[in-house]
């Protein structure tokens, strides 16, 4: 119920506007965002890569009205390269296709989904292109898949709480295509999506069987112990080698977790959001856990 609402507000214009004109909530983003400025996250990218972490580095932003603004976002991007090939980053992108103006067309956002991947390409980079809420899960993978017949630079995401997934990934597995396996942080209907998280949890774990042996190179993207256990269990079972996929977590998220999965040698990348576009990307990580509410009531307050 809760995690429902705070989705809904987070589509909100008017607590938006609300939300990120406030000191002391946009203090509170910093939680989750590295800053609204590149230098930020740069700054973010490095102390995560000198504690042995990669990175995706996002600039955030979703479903862009104008092809103006999808062009600045496609810019901002492609700057994310260069910036991470000058201060050699160990370091790769994740975005949005709706920022890339997917709403406009899916034509014009496969375009500039593919010059970024040509630039990604060009330092021996990768895009990553997350997955959005369901309406667009279709045309996002229809985009990646023809971009990556132009590149192999790009992969894209998995959400565990769609029926449809364990299908996608077959397809995606069938041309080669990385892919980062989530749980989904949507808000979805019960004709799409695992209403239980016992479900959503079990399905994950199937994807994880099909994805760990099947010879390419994946990302678990999870803060669940279990998964987490599940995944170096299969791992094993399989002969998986820990070079041979790599765990992802939210910066700011379990960072405890983090530290422990370094030390036990384990490839962990962190996903380093920043930008000027936070709020929906906030709500998300609020509603995610009913604690974090109350740390943002608290401190609003204090
Ligand atoms: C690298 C990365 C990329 C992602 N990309 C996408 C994407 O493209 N599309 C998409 O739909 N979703 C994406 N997600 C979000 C994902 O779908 C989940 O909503 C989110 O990761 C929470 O699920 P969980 O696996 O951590 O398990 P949960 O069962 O939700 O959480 C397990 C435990 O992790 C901790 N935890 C989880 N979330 C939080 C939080 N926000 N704050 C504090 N603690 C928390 C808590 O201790 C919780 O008990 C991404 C997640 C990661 C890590």
């Excluded at 909100?12 to 509170?28: D, E, K, L, P």
């Excluded at 375009?111 to 809420?133: H, K, P, T």
């Excluded at 010879?215 to 299969?234: Q, S």
Aim: hydrophobic share 40%; proline share 3%.
């Amino acid at each position: 119920m809760l995690r429902s609402t705070l989705l809904k507000l987070s589509e909100s214009q008017g607590f938006a506007r609300w939300v990120t004109c406030n000191r002391t909530t946009r203090r509170m983003s910093h939680r989750f965002v590295a800053g609204e400025e590149l230098a930020e996250a740069i700054s973010a990218a490095r102390v995560c890569n000198d504690q042995g972490m990669l990175v995706s580095l996002d600039y955030l932003g979703e479903n862009v009205l104008t092809a103006e603004d999808a062009q600045r976002a496609r810019d901002a991007y492609l700057e994310v390269f260069d910036r991470i090939a000058a201060e050699k980053l160990n370091a790769n992108v994740s975005c949005k296709l709706t920022q890339l103006g997917l709403d406009l067309s899916p034509e014009f956002s496969e375009g500039q989904a593919l010059s970024i991947v040509e630039r990604a390409a060009s330092y021996d980079n990768f895009l990553r292109v997350d997955m959005e809420g369901s309406a667009y899960t279709e045309r996002t993978l229809e985009v990646v898949k023809k971009v990556r017949q132009r590149s192999p630079a790009i992969g894209t995401v998995i959400q565990a709480y769609l029926y449809r997934s364990e299908q996608d990934v077959q397809d995606l597995l069938a041309i080669g295509c990385r892919i980062r396996l989530c749980k989904g942080a949507y808000s979805e209907p019960p004709q799409v999506a695992f209403p239980k998280k016992e479900d959503v949890d079990a399905n994950y774990i199937k994807l994880v069987r099909l994805l760990l042996p099947s010879g390419f190179y994946h990302g678990i993207a999870t803060h669940d112990p279990r998964m987490i256990g599940a995944t170096i269990r299969i791992a094993a079972e399989s002969k998986v080698a820990k070079d041979d996929f790599e765990f992802q977590m939210l910066y700011g998220v379990r960072t405890d977790l983090q530290r422990q999965l370094v030390r036990d040698g384990y490839r962990l990348r962190i996903y380093i959001p920043y930008g000027r576009d936070w709020f929906p990307y906030f709500m998300r990580r609020l509603a995610e856990r009913p604690a974090n509410l109350g740390f943002f009531v608290r401190n609003f307050f204090r």
